[in-house]
């Protein structure tokens, strides 16, 4: 699995030419409007961390792998495993 995202880092900003007080602009700089989204704050700031999540995911996942390696039988550590699968699946668009 690899990402085709667009490397960061991304930011979140309010949008200055906003008419809701609650429209935010999501870019892959301060100032970069070529790649800009406009939505809720918090859709916004949830968009600005989703490559380093993705990045966190990726690394609980090799770490929960090894311990799922060594206690093959543990059901629930499989099924971490196959969520984490599918999320990451989803973020970088292979679900």
């Known amino acids: 699995m690899t990402a085709a995202h667009t490397p960061g880092p991304w930011f979140a900003r309010k949008d200055p030419n906003a008419l809701d007080d ?24 949830l968009i600005a961390a989703a490559p380093e999540l993705l990045d966190v995911v990726k690394g609980f996942r090799r770490k929960l792998e090894t311990y799922a390696n060594a206690y093959p039988r543990d059901k629930e550590l499989r ?7 599918a999320a990451i699946a989803k973020a970088i668009g292979e679900n």
């Open 22 to 45: 609650d429209d935010w602009c999501v870019g892959t700089g301060p100032e970069n409007i070529d790649k800009v989204a406009v939505c809720s704050s918090r859709d916004a700031h």
């Open 79 to 85: 099924k971490l495993l196959r969520n984490c699968d």
